[in-house]
């Protein structure tokens, strides 16, 4: 089930903004502190972080990387009033997910549902293309192994052949048969890197055409 926690220091504002989410569909957490909730994060337990509430500008941008650290997939939401530009960069540059304004009304709390679910949808993503590059990595580990292990030896066995001084010898062709197995290693090694780029590509290019589809229906 998908976690999400709420932190807020005021008890009737996490209320209110638990309200927002079915509880048949998210695991929440509501706690005054994001501290209060750590073993949920490390554990990956939480997936999606709405913090709510007032932070000074050291405690916020140190908090974010802090959470990171627990679960680089983690989606933090900080829902604040209007901060500096330079603060926001700040927050924006250490990876935060989406900054919502504090408003009162029926606006703000859509806002904040949306990001939630969005949210939880990119976590899913980010995590199946990191299971799928990893199980490709590990098919293509034997392969890189046999490959590694043909060029070794074909660097070992051209001097040998060169050792013999009595008769002209050409090392032609075993210097094509090594520069052919070395670019299959390379090719070997580009091709997750190439998947994985078209992965979050295709994530990119399906997100924006989401925000278009969402931006032609609320008109």
């Not at 509501?30 to 509430?53: M, P, R, T, Y």
Request: net charge positive; with cysteine; charged share 25%.
């Amino acid at each position: 089930m998908n976690g999400l926690l709420i932190a807020n220091k005021n008890r009737e504002v996490r209320e209110q903004l638990a309200g927002l989410f079915d509880k048949n569909e998210y695991q929440i957490t509501k706690a005054d502190s994001v501290a209060n909730a750590l073993e949920g994060i490390i554990n990956k337990e939480i997936q999606v972080v709405v913090i709510d509430g007032h932070y000074d500008e050291q405690n916020i941008v140190k908090l974010i990387p802090l959470l990171k650290k627990c679960n680089r997939n983690i989606s933090i939401i900080l829902v604040s009033n209007e901060m500096p530009i330079e603060l926001e960069r700040r927050i924006r540059k250490e990876g935060i997910f989406y900054h919502a304004l504090k408003t009162v009304g029926e606006d703000n709390r859509e806002e904040i549902y949306q990001a939630v679910s969005y949210a939880f949808k990119k976590y899913e993503e980010n995590t199946t293309n990191q299971a799928v590059a990893k199980k490709r990595e590990k098919a293509l580990f034997p392969i890189k192994s046999v490959l590694s292990t043909i060029a070794i030896t074909l660097l070992l066995v051209t001097p040998a052949f060169a050792i013999d001084t009595t008769q002209t010898y050409s090392s032609g062709l075993l210097v094509m048969l090594l520069v052919g197995f070395c670019g299959l290693l390379v090719v070997a090694q580009l091709v997750p890197a190439l998947l994985v780029l078209f992965g979050m590509t295709k994530a990119v290019a399906q997100g924006i055409s989401e925000k278009r589809a969402a931006g032609v229906k609320s008109h």
